[in-house]
Every structure is written in structure tokens, then in C-alpha cells.
């Protein structure tokens, strides 16, 4: 049995800061873990310190004197990734221009810390799978088959049970890196520990730069306490030291505390927030924001065709006219009031018009009542079909773009990943 003293000696010895139950029972199965060779995968949001757990299980193991690497699989290239941790032989890649050794081979005896493993393509799974299981690997461009005795300690902040869902991650490769789970708890969830955490920012600082160190009064205090820091340890350490930097007053109130503390982010309206993370949501927002435009295109084309059909049957554009579909100028800088101002048209611009407008009427002599009719009623059908008018829109935005998908997404303000649903869908060449 674990005693309190032994947990406190760990948090000396790696200068963790707090007394929150939920990270003293992290730091408490992270030591009943360190002396066995099990398998072990940190979970928690960015920032909460999983590193330092990591270091715990390698100085309390068997391999405390072996090699201890940390790897971050989300800043390793895809590319790369497999000859950074595999190794690869001369010239098996453009580049290669001598046999390197990975990581794997280089801490035989030790531990791997692998950072992000939510990050990692899923063909570097596939071999790291296989060194968990048999501790056997093979370098890239090679065919012999290598031993290694490495533990591995792998760390996470995303749901890796969603992410095997979304097969983007080995359903295998979870439940034989979940052997012992420890749970790191973001800042919010530990209480006091913020205030003991601010306060050791703040004295660090102080005698680093050899000033005086901050202190809180009682309105600051509880306003530290119930700011959620999304960033955790990083965002807490960043603000103690800009307060310590920037303010001339080393008693901080309520007031200028908030000053250093981001404003809440604003959410979208439900329509448009993808509140729940799914993407059936999130493609529903879409295209319900897709549909929204072209009925009002739709409708702005219904009333220039009645615009241009009165002032055919009428054979002049009044002002009356002009006024019944003010609407449609709404959104130019167009008056008000045609009337107001002299029926909308400068004296120096009417010939112009008249001309449009004689233009138009010779136009719409060319044709019939009844062919005005089958106008309006095939674009009535026409108004039904919605996915007929995407696919007009998306190809319109392809080629203005010159098939670069991602400024056509932009342009029809959609995701990159629904095009290319879309395109798909509607079979666009």
C-alpha cells in the first residue's frame, strides 16, 4: 500500500504542485505501475502535465538506468515518422544516404514515452503494434527482422475510443496499450490547486527576476478559481508571469486580474454550432445555409422576371414600378425613395436607360404571352430542385477556381471535406 508520504516524496521529487484527490490517485497508480512491465497510456487534456507521469513510471522502474526518449507522434511527418522510430537502411529512401538507427533500437533496455499517440498514421500502428506484442521490428527498406526490449509509455488528449469508432485508430493497438489507463485531470477539476500552482508561478518569478512576488487578495482568488483555463498548467503559468511582469501593484484585486484573463468565446447560434462534434451536424448546418442562399437567389429572379415583364406590358419603367420591387436594390446604393429622387434617374444617365429600356422592350416583342408563361412556370419547377441547383453552384465555384477545391469550399462557404463529399455525390468530372 502506497502511504501519503511516499506520494508527497513524488511530488518533491518532480515538483508537482497540489493536493487534488484525483492527482494523487494519478500519482498513486502511476507507482503501483512503475516497478511491473506493463504497457501504460496517460489520458488528458493538453497541457495538464502528462509528461511528468511518464518520467515517474521510467525513475521507479527496473529500466530507471536504461534510456528514457520522449517522442511527440503529432510533430513527426507522416513521411518520417516509421524511419524515425524503426530506423531505415542506406538508400531506401531519396535521402537516405546512410543507415540511421531509430528510436526503438537506440532505447533496447529503456522506455519510450510517445506523445500524441492519437497522432499516429495508422500503417506506423500496424508495426508498433507488432513490437508490443513480440518486441520485433524492421527498419524501412529492410527485410530483417530486429529485437528490441523497450516499454512503452504512450499518452493521449483526444477520445481514442472515437477515434477507433472512425477508424482512425487500431481497435487492437488501444486495448494493448490501455493496459494500466492513469487519468490526469485538467486544471479546473483540481480546487486549491490552482491557487497553490498561481502562487508558485508567481514566487519562481520573483526570485528569478528579484522582485516582489504577487499576491491575490480574496476577489482574485475567486476569480482564478473559477476560470476554467482550457490551457490548463501552460495558460495558469503564462498569466502568473505577465502579472508578475506587467503590474506595479504586487497586491492583485479582482479587477485587474480579469484584465489578464480571455474573455469567454463566444458560441454560434445552434444552427450554426456544431455543438454535439458530429458530422452529420455539421454537413446538416451546411446545407441548410446552402439551401438558404439559393432560395434567395431564387427569389431575387422571380422579381426581376416581374420587374421586366410589367415594364414590358406597360412599355416604360415608371417609378411606380420601380418602387413595387425596391427590394431588389436594397443591398446597393440606391436611394431610398425613387420619387425622392426624381424618379431614381439622373438627367445625365436617362438616355442610357431609355435605351435598356427600348432594348428590352424589342426583346420581349420577340415573344408571346404564352412563351412568358412557360417561363415562369419551368422556373417554378425548377425551384424544387435544390440538389440540381448545388451542383450548378459547385461546379460554377470549381471553375471560377480552377478546380482548387479548397478556394471553391471557401467561396461556397462549406468544408473542404463536404465538397469533396459533394463532388462525389453528384458525380462532378
Same mark, same amino acid.
Given at each position: 500500500?502506497?502511504?501519503?508520504?511516499?506520494? %508527497?516524496?513524488?511530488?518533491?521529487?518532480?515538483?508537482?504542485?497540489?493536493?487534488?484527490?484525483?492527482?494523487?490517485?494519478?500519482?498513486?497508480?502511476?507507482?503501483?505501475?512503475?516497478?511491473?512491465?506493463?504497457?501504460?497510456?496517460?489520458?488528458?487534456?493538453?497541457? *495538464?502535465?502528462?509528461e511528468?507521469?511518464?518520467?515517474?513510471?521510467?525513475?521507479?522502474?527496473?529500466?530507471?538506468?536504461?534510456?528514457?526518449?520522449?517522442?511527440?507522434?503529432?510533430?513527426?511527418?507522416?513521411?518520417?515518422?516509421?524511419?524515425?522510430?524503426?530506423?531505415?537502411?542506406?538508400?531506401?529512401?531519396?535521402?537516405?544516404?546512410?543507415?540511421?538507427?531509430?528510436?526503438?533500437?537506440?532505447?533496447?533496455?529503456?522506455?519510450?514515452?510517445?506523445?500524441?499517440?492519437?497522432?499516429?498514421?495508422?500503417?506506423?500502428?500496424?508495426?508498433?503494434?507488432?513490437?508490443?506484442?513480440?518486441?520485433?521490428?524492421?527498419?524501412?527498406? *529492410?527485410?530483417?527482422?530486429?529485437?528490441?526490449?523497450?516499454?512503452?509509455?504512450?499518452? /493521449?488528449?483526444?477520445?481514442?475510443?472515437?477515434?477507433?469508432?472512425?477508424?482512425?485508430?487500431?481497435e487492437?493497438?488501444?486495448?494493448?496499450?490501455?493496459?494500466?489507463?492513469?487519468?490526469?485531470?485538467?486544471?479546473?477539476?483540481?480546487?486549491?490547486?490552482?491557487?497553490?500552482?498561481?502562487?508558485?508561478? /508567481?514566487? +519562481?518569478?520573483?526570485?528569478k527576476?528579484?522582485?516582489?512576488?504577487i499576491?491575490? +487578495?480574496?476577489?482574485?482568488?475567486?476569480?482564478?478559481?473559477?476560470?476554467?483555463?482550457?490551457?490548463?498548467?501552460?495558460?495558469?503559468?503564462?498569466?502568473?508571469?505577465?502579472?508578475?511582469?506587467?503590474?506595479h501593484?504586487?497586491?492583485? !484585486?479582482?479587477?485587474?486580474?480579469?484584465?489578464?484573463?480571455?474573455?469567454?468565446?463566444?458560441?454560434?447560434?445552434?444552427?450554426?454550432?456544431?455543438?454535439?462534434?458530429?458530422?452529420?451536424? *455539421?454537413?446538416?448546418?451546411?446545407?441548410?445555409?446552402?439551401?438558404?442562399?439559393?432560395?434567395?437567389?431564387?427569389? !431575387?429572379?422571380?422579381? #426581376?422576371?416581374?420587374?421586366?415583364?410589367?415594364?414590358? %406590358?406597360?412599355?416604360?419603367?415608371?417609378?411606380?414600378?420601380m @418602387?413595387?420591387?425596391?427590394?431588389?436594390?436594397?443591398?446597393?446604393?440606391?436611394?431610398?425613395?425613387?420619387?425622392?429622387?426624381?424618379?431614381?434617374?439622373?438627367?445625365? @444617365? #436617362?438616355?442610357?436607360? #431609355?435605351?435598356?429600356?427600348?432594348?428590352?422592350?424589342?426583346?420581349?416583342?420577340?415573344?408571346d404571352?404564352?412563351?412568358?408563361?412557360?417561363?415562369?412556370?419551368?422556373?417554378?419547377?425548377?425551384?424544387?430542385?435544390?440538389?440540381?441547383?448545388?451542383?450548378?453552384?459547385?461546379?460554377?465555384?470549381?471553375?471560377?477556381? @480552377?478546380?482548387?477545391?479548397?478556394?471553391?469550399?471557401?467561396?461556397?462557404?462549406?468544408s473542404?471535406?463536404?465538397?469533396?463529399?459533394?463532388?462525389?455525390?453528384?458525380?462532378?468530372?
Amino acid at each position: 500500500m502506497i502511504t501519503s508520504q511516499e506520494i %508527497q516524496s513524488i511530488k518533491q521529487r518532480f515538483a508537482i504542485i497540489g493536493n487534488s484527490p484525483l492527482l494523487n490517485h494519478a500519482i498513486q497508480v502511476a507507482m503501483q505501475a512503475a516497478p511491473t512491465e506493463m504497457t501504460v497510456l496517460i489520458t488528458g487534456e493538453s497541457g *495538464s502535465g502528462k509528461e511528468s507521469f511518464s518520467k515517474i513510471i521510467h525513475s521507479l522502474s527496473l529500466r530507471k538506468h536504461g534510456k528514457f526518449i520522449a517522442i511527440n507522434c503529432g510533430a513527426i511527418p507522416e513521411g518520417t515518422i516509421d524511419s524515425e522510430l524503426f530506423g531505415h537502411e542506406k538508400g531506401s529512401f531519396t535521402g537516405a544516404h546512410e543507415a540511421r538507427k531509430g528510436y526503438f533500437e537506440v532505447t533496447d533496455g529503456g522506455s519510450i514515452f510517445l506523445d500524441e499517440i492519437g497522432e499516429m498514421p495508422l500503417g506506423t500502428q500496424a508495426r508498433l503494434l507488432r513490437v508490443l506484442e513480440n518486441g520485433e521490428f524492421i527498419k524501412v527498406g *529492410s527485410s530483417k527482422v530486429l529485437k528490441t526490449s523497450v516499454r512503452v509509455i504512450a499518452a /493521449t488528449n483526444v477520445n481514442l475510443i472515437k477515434a477507433v469508432e472512425k477508424g482512425e485508430f487500431r481497435e487492437d493497438l488501444y486495448y494493448r496499450l490501455n493496459t494500466v489507463p492513469i487519468y490526469v485531470p485538467p486544471l479546473r477539476e483540481r480546487g486549491e490547486d490552482v491557487a497553490l500552482l498561481f502562487r508558485k508561478f /508567481t514566487t +519562481d518569478f520573483s526570485e528569478k527576476y528579484k522582485i516582489k512576488p504577487i499576491s491575490l +487578495d480574496e476577489d482574485a482568488k475567486n476569480a482564478l478559481m473559477k476560470f476554467p483555463f482550457p490551457g490548463n498548467i501552460r495558460q495558469l503559468k503564462n498569466i502568473a508571469e505577465q502579472i508578475s511582469l506587467l503590474e506595479h501593484e504586487r497586491e492583485i !484585486d479582482g479587477a485587474t486580474l480579469k484584465k489578464y484573463l480571455p474573455a469567454e468565446q463566444v458560441r454560434l447560434p445552434a444552427l450554426l454550432a456544431n455543438s454535439g462534434g458530429s458530422q452529420e451536424f *455539421s454537413d446538416f448546418s451546411e446545407r441548410e445555409i446552402l439551401y438558404k442562399v439559393l432560395f434567395d437567389m431564387k427569389k !431575387d429572379m422571380n422579381d #426581376l422576371k416581374k420587374l421586366v415583364l410589367e415594364t414590358y %406590358q406597360t412599355g416604360s419603367l415608371s417609378s411606380n414600378i420601380m @418602387n413595387k420591387h425596391q427590394t431588389l436594390f436594397d443591398d446597393l446604393d440606391a436611394p431610398k425613395s425613387f420619387e425622392d429622387s426624381k424618379l431614381s434617374t439622373p438627367s445625365s @444617365n #436617362l438616355p442610357l436607360v #431609355l435605351d435598356h429600356q427600348q432594348h428590352a422592350k424589342e426583346d420581349m416583342d420577340n415573344y408571346d404571352d404564352e412563351s412568358i408563361e412557360d417561363i415562369i412556370h419551368e422556373e417554378d419547377d425548377n425551384s424544387l430542385s435544390l440538389e440540381k441547383k448545388e451542383k450548378e453552384m459547385i461546379i460554377r465555384a470549381l471553375r471560377k477556381h @480552377n478546380n482548387k477545391r479548397k478556394y471553391a469550399a471557401k467561396d461556397l462557404g462549406i468544408s473542404e471535406r463536404t465538397l469533396y463529399r459533394k463532388i462525389k455525390q453528384y458525380d462532378i468530372e
